[in-house]
Antibody
Framework: EVQLVESGGGSVKPGRSLRLSCAAS????????MHWVRQAPGKGLEWVSG????????GYADSVKGRFTISRDNAKNSLSLQMNSLRAEDTALYYC?????????????WGQGTLVTVSP | QSALTQPASVSGSPGQSITISCTGT?????????VSWYQQHPGKAPKLMIY???KRPSGVSNRFSGSKSGNTASLTISGLQAEDEAVYYC????????????FGGGTMLTVL
């Protein structure tokens, strides 16, 4: 069974940094691309970033480009999101998602999310 | 890149069929057969219902079907049931030189 467990969320002030992690199990981690998707309170889903199986292809939403960095450690079955220069509009539930492919075409399995709150 | 366009809400009675549209551009929906659909109940994580335009994951009811024409994809739910009431999101691969995915704004389905 695919399991994705996010951690690292919390409450931070604008301009500060936070690092999210996702521990993956139940599948061959380095066979699949991975994504971060967020959902602001009461709002829809927003794709944040994705990374291919070998980190050879990486992408970011325009809203986070230059501030967030996605990475993965295939040896540790883990995915990370380094978030710098946080803004109030980054407040959201952040989901880690396993892709259905190695290249990064669609989130297939989702974790339960970790909440990030950016407030003065 | 802009979000895909979905109607804010749709409704139907039990047993009826409904269709949710998802309009993108020639850079996303129109270029790739990589449209997916997700169901999200309140307080829950999204669940994949359709991938690659019309494929159903194991365990998803065959009442759910997907299609695409040009820059618009559609999700059809037949034989509506009370438990289908949820928010539905479409998603499309939009990458080219970089990995990129875009979601629709979501459609609230109400089963009357």
């Amino acid at each position: 069974e695919v399991q994705l467990v996010e951690s690292g969320g919390g409450s931070v002030k604008p301009g500060r940094s936070l690092r999210l992690s996702c521990a993956a199990s139940g599948f061959t981690f380095d066979d699949y691309a991975m994504h971060w998707v967020r959902q602001a309170p009461g709002k829809g889903l927003e794709w944040v970033s994705g990374i291919s199986w070998n980190s050879g292809s990486i992408g970011y939403a325009d809203s986070v480009k230059g501030r967030f960095t996605i990475s993965r450690d295939n040896a540790k079955n883990s995915l990370s999101l380094q978030m710098n220069s946080l803004r109030a509009e980054d407040t959201a539930l952040y989901y880690c998602a396993k892709d259905g492919d190695s290249s990064g075409y669609y989130p297939e399995n989702w974790g339960q999310g970790t909440l990030v709150t950016v407030s003065p | 890149q802009s979000a895909l366009t979905q109607p804010a809400s749709v409704s139907g009675s039990p047993g009826q069929s409904i269709t949710i549209s998802c309009t993108g551009t020639s850079s996303d929906v129109g270029s790739y057969n990589l449209v997916s659909w997700y169901q999200q109940h309140p307080g829950k994580a999204p669940k994949l219902m359709i991938y690659e335009v019309s494929k159903r994951p194991s365990g998803v009811s065959n009442r759910f079907s997907g299609s695409k024409s040009g820059n618009t994809a559609s999700l059809t739910i037949s034989g509506l049931q009370a438990e289908d009431e949820a928010v539905y999101y479409c998603c499309s691969y939009a990458g080219g030189s970089t990995l990129h995915v875009v979601f629709g704004g979501g459609t609230m389905l109400t089963v009357l």
